[in-house]
């Protein structure tokens, strides 16, 4: 591939803010909408990568890759791993390009790449044990602090709620994690969704349900009640 | 609700990560080889393949083995409207079944799982139901169908052939391509390659024996049904 002539386009200037106004960027694994907002550049850009062009690789990267690395964090649950599964999946986009259907969306594109790229891993680690700490890891992780006392502060909140929903993400079948992630956190339609996963609408929808519910049930025993989820999701937000 | 992935501790800043991340990338990248040919020639030349493949056994195959071309095809006067009608269900069978493995959809990722589930649960029955139900040479004078095998083994290897080229050339359009339900359209992708060697084999042969018919001609759409649910998944994995 080529070196690029083109400078990286910065998802910060893609979405016309910087990311210092926004604090909780810090917080937030999405730091931006930059593809909800710019579909056609994605598409565009994969057009042009998928013919050849292999100078538009660094603007497609900026402005796909914040999102992509956030949804492999979610479906491995480890940084390490996710770290993995992000290069695995840039790796099958480039191997891959020649077939992407022009016009279509991008990011869900890639996020069906990642999830493919994901359970190649899960089945290939089924056959060879070994420890790659992922899932399991999450949740000790969690649950070590779960003696940590609750302290009033939004941050502090956000923080508990955040280390409730992924260890129960982490406890759930991948099946429904999937498809509570790209419906609750990416913002798919069902009927994006069920493509990406390759599943009926119906099945992704009691899937994304299932998980939905095993999460508000864990938020329960932790001391959560709607109120308290929708006061500290918006001081989050 | 929100969400967000690890707690925030333990997730590092996604911007750095990506950025990080990018040199890596494009370390691997710039090893790896992308395929050239755009995907729609690829499935243009699976689907050439497979035509050429059965066209390859109405010319030769069933001149060298029946002494006339296209051996299947020779009826009676009277059943020629029934030979109508089977020979164009089986061809869009064929390529209905071809078109749902290779197509991307509208959105880039292929025919919905529920049409996949549907074609590759169907494609065998439907095939032997036009086959079987009522057998096009099964009132043909004995002359005309002396010197079959009676447990269609040469039906059997010219299915073989004829489905292993169309399985390759089909397995070779979908590789690093449509990254989703792959389990169902390997079913479907070997259901297409046996009806592809279905449709050969009604050309090739003028068998109208029961038995003949499934293990000759029936049995490789649903061996290439099969092999295709079991073998696909890990051929289109890269």
């Given amino acids: ?237 | 609700m929100i969400g967000t992935g690890l707690p925030p501790s333990e997730v590092p800043d996604p911007r750095a990560s990506v950025e990080r991340l990018l040199g890596p990338v494009r370390a691997r990248i710039e090893a790896a080889p992308a395929a050239k040919v755009r995907y729609r020639a690829r499935a243009g030349l699976a689907l050439a393949a497979g035509l050429a493949a059965t066209a390859t056994v109405v010319v030769m195959a069933s001149s060298v083995v029946h002494g006339e071309q296209a051996a299947g095809l020779t009826v009676l006067p009277s059943a020629r409207g029934q030979l109508l009608v089977v020979a164009c269900l089986l061809a869009l069978l064929t390529v209905s079944a071809t078109h749902v493995s290779l197509t991307r959809g509208r959105t880039g990722l292929g025919a919905p799982v529920s049409l996949l589930v549907a074609a590759g649960l169907l494609a065998v029955p439907a095939y032997a139901a036009l086959v079987l139900v009522h057998p096009l040479h099964a009132g043909d004078p004995p002359a005309l169908t002396a010197g079959l095998s009676p447990w269609g083994a040469r039906c059997l290897i010219v299915a073989a052939l004829v489905g292993a080229l169309s399985f390759g050339a089909l397995a070779a359009a979908l590789r690093d391509a449509v990254p989703v339900a792959r389990r169902w359209r390997g079913g479907v992708m070997g259901a297409a390659a046996g009806l592809w060697s279905g449709l050969a084999v009604f050309v090739f042969c003028p068998a109208g024996e029961l038995d003949h018919l499934l293990i000759g001609h029936v049995a490789p759409v649903a061996m290439f049904t099969l092999l295709g649910l079991m073998v696909v998944p890990a051929l289109l994995r890269s």
């Avoid at chain 1, 803010?17 to 850009?45: D, F, T, Y």
């Avoid at chain 1, 480039?94 to 016009?103: D, V």
């Avoid at chain 1, 025993?221 to 308290?228: L, N, S």
Wanted: aromatic share 6%.
């Fill in chain 1, 1 to 237: 591939m080529g070196k690029s002539n083109l400078e990286p386009v910065r998802v910060e200037e893609v979405n016309g803010e910087s990311a210092e106004r926004r604090p909780e960027a810090s917080v937030r694994l999405l730091p931006s909408a930059s593809m909800r907002h710019h579909p056609n550049l994605g598409s565009a850009l994969m057009e042009r990568y998928a013919s050849g062009d292999d100078a538009v690789f660094d603007q497609l990267y900026s402005l796909t890759a914040p999102r992509v690395y956030g949804f492999c964090v979610r479906l491995t649950g480890h940084p390490a791993a996710a770290d993995d599964l992000f290069q695995e999946t840039y790796l099958k986009l480039h191997r891959g390009r020649s077939t992407y259907l022009a016009g279509s969306d991008v990011l869900h594109w890639i996020f069906a790449i990642a999830r493919s790229a994901y359970l190649d891993r899960l089945r290939y680690r089924r056959r060879r044990p070994e420890h790659l700490g992922s899932s399991e890891d999450a949740a000790e992780m969690a649950a070590s602090r779960s003696d940590e006392q609750y302290r009033p502060d939004a941050d502090l909140a956000a923080d508990h709620l955040e280390r409730v929903i992924s260890v129960e993400l982490q406890k759930m079948s991948e099946k429904n994690r999937a498809a509570y992630v790209l419906l609750r956190e990416e913002g798919l339609s069902l009927k994006e969704a069920a493509a990406v996963l390759g599943a009926s609408q119906n099945a992704v929808k009691q899937r994304a349900h299932r998980a939905y519910e095993q999460i508000r049930a864990a938020l329960r025993r932790a001391g959560w009640t709607e109120q308290d989820d929708d006061r500290n999701g918006a001081a989050a937000e």
